[in-house]
């Protein structure tokens, strides 16, 4: 199997990351590719609901809980104590597709653009001291930076961007 393209997204909390994310998921579906998703959160999340069978199953001690329907499915694995999966070993688990757009992993050694947002928590750019950021899509004027500067919500014109740095072949061909 070969790797998918790997594009990121990066930025402080509230610099427009997660909206820029799904926006940019949404246009390149729409252009015929097939686009999977990695969040990374830095706070404890759950996504099954207390009382849920799932939640019970996790509660018991579960290493992993599958939940499957004719919809969808979903594999919740507690770390119970272990380290964080790394960046990769995660990465290895996405089934195949065309493009994985990594949202947050800012550390990352991987191509992505930095989102700014003058409602942000921070807004110390991050572009200077990561090589990796290959853009900045901001709701504000960018005067501190030589990269390529987007209008936060000029979608079609970033997704170019993404395809353009990522290589990725046209839908047709892929």
Not at 22 to 38: D, F, K, P, Q
Request: proline share 7%.
């Amino acid at each position: 199997m070969t790797r998918p393209k790997i594009f990121g997204i990066a930025g402080w909390k509230n610099s427009g990351k997660t909206g820029l994310a799904v926006r940019l998921v949404t246009e390149l579906v729409a252009r015929g590719y097939r686009v999977s998703t990695i969040k990374h959160a830095h706070h404890d999340f759950d996504i099954d609901k207390v009382g849920a069978d799932s939640y019970r199953h996790r509660q018991a001690g579960a290493h992993e809980v599958t939940i499957v329907s004719g919809t969808r499915y979903a594999i919740m694995h507690e770390l119970r104590g272990a380290p964080e999966p790394t960046f990769e070993e995660i990465l290895a688990r996405i089934a195949p597709c065309d493009l994985v757009l990594i949202e947050g992993y800012k550390r990352e050694p991987i191509p992505k653009i930095e989102a700014r947002r003058l409602e942000a928590a921070n807004r110390i750019p991050l572009a200077p001291d990561d090589p990796h950021i290959a853009a900045i899509a901001a709701d504000h004027p960018v005067t501190d930076s030589t990269l390529p500067v987007f209008d936060l919500d000029d979608t079609g014109a970033i997704a170019d961007f993404v395809i353009a740095m990522t290589g990725l072949p046209s839908p047709a061909a892929a």
